[in-house]
């Protein structure tokens, strides 16, 4: 495998860890920036909307762009995010740090993604996606409680530091041992939006929405759910560390379930596990059941994923690229819709609301994603007709 695969999974890791270690910090930026912890939760809701909207808005206007220089920028504008972060000493400051650094997540995922399917050989090109792709999946185990535990020792300003100088690292590696990398083929945005008027993409787009809405409803706020059982800056960091190793084994248990019994069924099972393991979150009374639902849920919600990927390609075919970029894009919609929503649910209700909110989702994506079905049924009947 070519080493440059791993730079690049190195820069989905850093920009992984700043993208899900927030929660974990969401209790300590509140108190040291005098404001609730549903307020703080929004720059999470900030991050996901400058992600969603800023992606493809960028990659289409950098469209013609060498992908080296296009990597690079993106590496700079996201430390540079995150070095706002560390410096912030009001919540206006540590805003615009979030909007700055997910701006720059946005260009380089695209970016990264193709650069390592034109950088591996034909024969490891899957390989070299996962790879990348993966480094997100890494984040979730390492990352994210490094991240946490780095904040418990010093400082939450400390952890943004941390991320902004391996993105650093990341750029002058990228500067220093990659290739000129000629642009790909230029989609409009016109072009990746007409695809939202296709009916059957929409609905499946629709319970991308619905799964990333309930995850994180529930994940934005997960540290307060588990301070108000007395879980420690311990015990959370361990918690997100289960987490995330049990949403690594489920998003490689995923994509094998979805090859041998069908995307379909694993949608399925993935969304019927995750509502029951969030709706044990609002009635928890001890960390030690807290833990356990949270490791079934980062399993199944994260089964989820290589799953609808799966089933997307097969529903878009020859423009399976640009309907992934769009799944992308649907997703950080979907957790800015459950940030803001878990906020709201927080200040007029309580935290230990949001297990239901979350389960409630999974359940209105069990019955979408039927109707999704046998709308998929009935256009196959109607084609066989319209061919005899």
Known sequence: MNYRIFILALGTFVIGTEGYMIAGLLPALARDLHTSVSVAGQLVTAFSIAYALGSPLLTTITGLVERRKILTFALFIFALGNILCGLATSYGLILVGRIVAAAGAGLFAPAATYSASTLAAPEKRGQALSIVIGGSTIALIFGVPIGTWIASVFDWKTTFWFVGSIALVALVCIRLFFPTISAPASVSLAERLSFLKKPTILIALTITLIWAFGIFVVY?????????????????????????????????????????????????????????????????????????????????????????????????????????????????????????????????????WLGIVGGAANLIGLFVFQFTRRHDKLSRKKDLSLNE
């Open 220 to 352: 934005t706020y997960v540290a307060d759910i588990f301070g108000r059982v007395g879980a420690g800056e311990n015990t959370i960091t361990f918690m997100l560390l289960i987490m995330g190793i049990s949403s690594f084994l489920g998003v490689n248990f995923g994509g094998v379930a979805a090859d041998r019994n069908g995307p379909a069924r694993t949608i399925v099972w993935a969304l019927v596990l995750m509502m029951i393991a969030v709706v044990t979150l609002s009635f928890i009374k001890s960390a030690a059941l807290g833990i356990a639902a949270v490791a079934l849920w980062g399993f199944a919600g994260y089964a989820f994923n290589p799953a609808q990927l799966h089933r997307l390609i097969g529903l878009s075919g020859k423009d399976s690229g640009v309907v992934l970029s769009l799944h992308s894009s649907i997703l950080y919609v979907g957790a800015a819709l459950g940030s803001a929503i878990g906020g709201l649910v927080i200040h007029y209700g309580s935290v230990t």
